[in-house]
């Protein structure tokens, strides 16, 4: 273990980025856009200068979404959606994947203790992933599953609720969230965006693109650096963790040789390098069975509360490393005027590693490291065939996805073993170690998923104000991996790597998925619709499972409900925009951690409850004066099991589903003014985003049973509401430079954002990982075009 702390370190100190190492990561593309023009004859360029077509005075901006992948008004998209624009993104500071549930309600985002860079998306009650399986919400970019979560130079963020995979992509029970990158104009623009603030903030982003031949070839780059310090200190060494620093690099090619054919290439470019996440123990369980450790563990509980959330005590080394690189290619035929061929394929390649301390505390009692070098390759391939006829519009595609990865050292941990763990694994060492003793544990394994789909989607206009949906599709997902755990006691040699005839574990799974809707117009300003969806996520395999029915646990399964209605009037001057769906989810199979009886301790994952969602969505825009607007974004959801059992913690049916508040609201009330003479515009928001109490583990609510009760101790947290405020001043004198001045969790909240439950386990403790603390920054922007 010291040389895997050595390597921690090196990592940990590695010089932080700044303005020049997007330069230097900037070369990885120059190829690409060199490629682009070198080979082509580079033709004058007029600088073009264009007119933004921004709403007047006193209206709502258009909304514009590619929910049902084709350009759409908001309003006429029968399911819930929640659409980002560009505009709002800069507005309220969204600068990475955490800050989106503050604009999209409906959608909740848990971290991991150990890394804030993992995070779990959930919507409607579901998005853990077990095992193998892919989790309940999956993210696009640029229509290619998890290829980049980078927050710039983004045309939009759309969140989709409910199951997908009629229309494209994978398959999902709980919904998709969109992100959409801007792509190469026929003119010449971009920006330069740079920020100082407190923890010592320094951001750089970029953006230029513009024409090579005209309208024939355009490229577009663009790059991000973020860096702040930590904000959490760990006692136990000195160093500052929870820091920021990670850059980005993206460059889009847009090839248009003729009518009726488009080619957009993507390469981009993720690095991070930071220190790790400070985790703070939350609890400790009053029954672990050994007495010195739990009067230390005591002791180290109560130097916590008494110190606070932001200063920690942690003997391992934390840091998280992640270099991650990728391809995408899309491309368009229109064969004629009715039928289009369309063409997604993308290869991405990760590689990275990361180390935390799982107890936070002095002692060696829960400590992993995923040494650097772990590597991840992701491939997919999706065609479509779209066409329209009069009143029917249909899409019928293919889609492809593999996962790979090679055998590779999968974590390096440090655990305590108490004496009777100990007497069952090597009754000599129980009497050697009578308190206990850390032991080190190693695994090897290797991974490689699949899935294949085929489906499609009919949307027919059966009268002038009734539209019939109907979409099918056929999913099979393959999974298989190999994984070897050794437990070095104490005296024996470490293991180098996995033995040549090691287990393995492999299953196949297959689900028929659809959905059917109706969607009515009552006039250009108001419509109705009403949808059922069946989603379904893949089964998986336990393979350290411990009998033959634990091996493998199978799908689960939603069927959603959901009605809704959309639409904008007006009273007197005011202009207002709505829409409020309600949903009831039959949720069945679902996938859960069991607790087996055994000593040690351990886990598997199976279909262990059923349950319920029900809830309503709420989204209104209102431009109540020339200068004045607000919006209001809420969604409320009552999410309960119907059964779920553990061998160990007994009945938990009265638990609430993890990672599902109750109520998720944001309010944004926004002034603008425009200032005499030449002197541009002031604007200032606030906005504000309240969430109620959840659990963040499944098991949170006693019954009776001992265990539960520990449980529940750390699985639940409460609400909180989050203030962020920003004042914009934009086309500076009639120039393109605007400054902008903000403040992130105004008053200083603390809230926790992740957790990690040990609590019923042989280690008997809870962390908590909390959101940054409050933050200045001021903004300074040049754009042209």
Not at 426 to 437: T, W
């Amino acid at each position: 273990m010291i040389g895997a702390q050595a390597d921690g370190e090196e990592n940990m100190n590695q010089p932080k980025f700044g303005a020049g190492e997007v330069v230097r990561a900037a070369r990885k593309v120059g190829l690409f856009w060199l490629c682009a023009s070198s080979c082509l004859t580079l033709p004058s360029i007029a600088l073009a200068q264009t007119t933004s077509t921004a709403p007047a005075a006193n209206t709502l901006e258009e909304v514009v979404v590619t929910a049902r992948r084709r350009e759409e008004r908001l309003q006429d998209v029968p399911i819930a959606v929640v659409a980002v624009s560009e505009r709002q993104l800069e507005e309220k500071n969204i600068k990475n994947v955490n800050d989106l549930t503050v604009v999209a309600p409906g959608l909740s985002i848990q971290n991991t203790t150990g890394n804030r860079n993992n995070v779990t998306y959930s919507i409607r009650g579901q998005g853990q992933a077990f095992g193998q399986n892919s989790p309940g919400v999956v993210a696009y970019f640029a229509e290619v599953p998890d290829f980049s979560s980078a927050i710039f130079d983004l045309q939009s963020v759309q969140v989709l609720k409910g199951p997908q995979g009629t229309l494209f992509g994978r398959n999902t029970t709980g919904g998709a969230v969109l992100f959409s990158p801007q792509r190469p104009t026929e003119t010449l623009s971009g920006y330069v965006v740079g920020r100082v603030g407190d923890l010592n903030r320094h951001d750089l982003e970029f953006a230029v693109g513009g024409p090579i031949i005209g309208d024939k070839l355009m490229v577009r780059v663009a790059g991000q650096t973020l860096n702040r310090d930590g904000y959490t200190k760990n006692l136990y060494n000195g160093r500052k963790l929870d820091d920021e620093n990670r850059r980005s690099v993206r460059a889009s090619v847009l090839l248009r040789p003729f009518d009726g054919f488009e080619n957009l290439t993507i390469y981009q470019d993720d690095e991070v390098k930071e220190s790790g996440s400070g985790s703070s123990l939350a609890f400790v369980a009053p029954n672990i069975n050994n007495a010195p450790i739990l009067s230390q563990l005591q002791g180290y509980l109560a130097a916590q509360k008494a110190r606070g959330p932001r200063v920690i005590n942690a003997s391992w080394p934390d840091y998280t490393v992640l270099d991650g690189h990728g391809i995408l290619n899309s491309t368009s035929l229109r064969l004629t005027d009715h039928i289009t061929l369309k063409n997604i394929v993308s290869n991405r390649h990760y590689t990275g590693g990361q180390s935390y301390d799982l107890d936070s505390t002095p002692l060696d009692l829960l400590n992993v490291t995923n040494p650097p070098g772990k590597k991840i390759e992701s491939t997919t391939e999706e065609f479509q065939i779209q066409a329209s006829w009069n009143a029917v519009n249909t899409v019928v595609g293919y889609y492809r996805e593999n996962t790979k990865s090679p055998v590779n050292v999968g974590f390096d941990t440090k655990q305590f073993f108490s004496a009777p763990v100990l007497g069952a694994l090597a009754p000599p060492l129980a009497l050697a170690f009578p308190n206990g003793v850390a032991i080190q544990a190693i695994a090897y394994g290797n991974s490689s998923n699949s899935s294949e789909a085929v489906f499609g989607q009919v949307d027919w206009k059966a009268t002038q104000k009734l539209t019939l949906t109907g979409g099918i599709r056929r999913t099979e997902d393959y999974r298989r991996s190999f994984s070897q755990t050794f437990l070095v006691l104490p005296g024996q040699p470490v293991p180098t790597g996995p033995t040549a005839t090691g287990p393995s574990s492999s299953g196949v799974f297959k689900a028929t998925t659809w959905n059917v809707a109706a969607n009515y117009t009552f006039t250009p300003n108001l419509s109705a619709y009403a949808t059922v969806r069946r989603g379904y996520k893949s089964g998986g395999f336990n393979g350290t499972a411990l009998s033959a029915a634990d091996k493998y646990f199978q799908p689960e399964f939603v069927t959603d409900h959901e009605v809704g209605v959309k639409g904008q009037t007006t009273l007197g001057d005011m202009h207002f925009r709505y829409a409020v769906d309600a949903f009831y989810d039959d949720y069945t199979n679902i996938q859960r951690f069991i607790n087996l009886p055994t000593t040690p301790a351990s886990t598997v994952t199976r279909n262990a409850a059923s349950g319920s969602i029900k809830g309503l969505d709420v989204d209104v825009a209102a431009q109540l004066a020339a200068h004045f607007d607000v919006s209001l974004i809420y969604t409320y959801m009552d999410a309960s099991y119907d059964k779920y059992e553990d061998p160990v913690q007994g009945d938990l049916t009265s638990s609430r589903f993890p990672n599902t508040p109750k109520h998720q609201l944001t309010l944004t009330p926004r002034f603008t003014y425009d200032l005499a003479g030449d002197w541009g515009s002031l604007s200032a928001l606030a906005s504000i985003y309240y969430q109620s109490g959840m659990a963040l583990d499944p098991a949170n609510k006693p019954n009776g049973n001992p265990a539960v009760a520990l449980s529940a101790m750390g699985a639940n947290v409460p609400g909180y509401t989050r203030v962020d405020l920003r004042v914009d001043w934009r086309d500076i004198r009639q120039s393109p430079v605007s400054a902008a001045f903000y403040v992130r969790n105004a008053f200083d909240k603390d809230y926790v954002v992740g957790s990690n439950n040990q609590l019923s386990t042989q280690f008997g403790v809870g962390t908590f990982l909390y959101g940054a603390p409050r933050q200045v920054v001021f903004e300074l922007r040049y754009a042209f075009h």
